[in-house]
């Protein structure tokens, strides 16, 4: 069996967390501290990692020996506080403290040569950005809640992220970077809006990852003047959706150019009769105002049995042929990977995403969810590099929820000395440590 390397095995990204949460700068008064931050960041991703469906669940699990015991041997948490103690102390933490660990995983896939295959176009990475809503309530809420009235009912509060993740086409793991809260400020009667955290969201990833070369994904809400100018700023480039309805003038000069016969056109038919039809123009304005910018366009259609079955349309930057238009096509489509592959991941497998572990009336509810996403980012990096992590959660379960069922109850029973022994206990109990 092939060895992961330590750095991406459970101990070294366990090692990561542990050093970024140690170096919290912890404002309370020392004196009256019962619960490090470290333990208290600790015990919410185990959490996470596990599974437990609330932080009920959670606490009534770990009142057991040696449950308690597992969360010290496994997570490292050696005083575990109870709900209201953990809540008072996440939702103070700003959230930037956590978002260098997303950096670091990141960092720790490069350096064992996994980004090399994520790379799509001229050594460029997909990146996505796309956003979600992961809480609402009509009688929860804190300063930083969305707000929508209605004219009829009541006032809905919601909590938004902006996710950017990279992703490949031919790749089924995606590696999630920060997120950006769509969120209320402090002093602020206007509201936040996905336009305005995707701006700050891209400048953020550029000051994090000053040489990363990066292609930006997004649907026809990006494909504008003022953020196409601020990818450009940041050195980026992008693959962002253009509907006709949008777009008008760009739609006009696509027509005009090809009824010149200045487009260009590509055919393919699958094995499974189904002709792809790719169209593309280089250098039409984006806009008809007199600075537009100069676009690559492109679109693409599956016709299934003479019917259309998929139609969509892309603007680029970058210079569009026939030996690339495939694969653009592909990375424009890859978008769905982050709606698919995070978003109903983390709503409908396990993650309870969408459950209020506690909302708190500063940074409680994105702690959670950041937390929430560095357990599934873990998760994947697993089963990306691991080979033990993928025999026994490919070999011995059907489903992810059976796999961490089991692991659950293991730990009620048996206390095991680190993670490896744990997975190797599940994968062959007669050669594993005894636990």
Not at 8 to 19: D, H, Q
Not at 414 to 434: C, G, R, V
Request: aromatic content about 10%; overall charge positive.
């Amino acid at each position: 069996m092939a060895h992961i390397k330590k750095h991406l095995s459970f101990a070294g990204l366990k090692k990561t967390l542990t050093r970024k949460t140690m170096q919290i700068v912890d404002n309370r008064q020392q004196a009256k501290v019962d619960y490090c931050m470290h333990d208290c960041v600790m015990s919410a991703f185990a959490m996470m990692y596990l599974q437990d469906p609330s932080l009920l669940a959670f606490q009534r699990r770990i009142q057991d020996r040696i449950q308690r015991n597992n969360l010290n041997t496994i997570f490292g948490v050696r005083n575990i506080p109870k709900d209201n103690q953990l809540r008072n102390v996440l939702d103070a933490l700003p959230i930037e403290t956590l978002s260098p660990i997303f950096a670091d995983f990141l960092g720790s896939l490069q350096r064992g040569k996994h980004l090399v295959k994520y790379q799509l176009l001229d050594g460029k990475y997909l990146i996505p950005i796309d956003g979600s809503e992961y809480f609402s309530s009509e009688n929860i809420h804190c300063p930083h809640c969305l707000h929508k009235k209605p004219k009829k009912g009541n006032t809905r509060y919601y909590h938004q992220i902006l996710q950017a993740t990279i992703v490949h086409p031919d790749q089924r793991h995606v590696l999630p970077l920060a997120p950006e809260p769509i969120q209320n400020t402090d002093g602020s009667n206007k509201q936040d809006c996905e336009i305005n955290a995707a701006k700050r969201l891209i400048a953020k990833i550029r000051a994090t990852h000053p040489k990363l070369p990066i292609i930006i994904g997004g649907d026809g809400l990006y494909s504008k003047q003022p953020f196409i100018n601020e990818l450009k700023t940041v050195n980026m480039s992008f693959i962002l959706v253009a509907k006709p309805t949008d777009h008008k003038i760009l739609f006009e000069w696509v027509q005009d150019m090809f009824g010149l016969k200045a487009g260009h056109q590509m055919t393919v038919t699958d094995k499974k009769g189904r002709k792809h039809k790719y169209r593309w123009v280089n250098d039409v304005p984006l806009n008809g105002s007199a600075n537009a910018d100069q676009v690559n366009f492109f679109d693409y259609r599956i016709i299934t049995n003479e019917k259309t079955t998929y139609r969509n349309s892309w603007v680029t930057d970058i210079s569009i042929d026939e030996n690339n238009i495939v694969t653009l096509v592909k990375g424009g489509r890859a978008r769905w990977k982050i709606e698919n592959e995070i978003f109903n991941t983390l709503k409908n497998q396990g993650y309870h995403l969408e459950h209020n572990f506690g909302h708190g009336q500063k940074n409680l509810s994105m702690i959670f969810f950041m937390i929430n996403l560095l357990a599934f980012y873990v998760h994947q990096i697993l089963d990306l590099t691991d080979p033990l992590y993928q025999k026994v959660r490919y070999t011995k379960f059907t489903s992810r929820k059976e796999f961490w069922n089991q692991l659950r109850c293991t730990i009620r029973i048996l206390t095991f000395p680190h993670w490896q022994s744990l997975m190797q206990f599940i994968w062959d109990p007669e050669k594993a440590i005894p636990p």
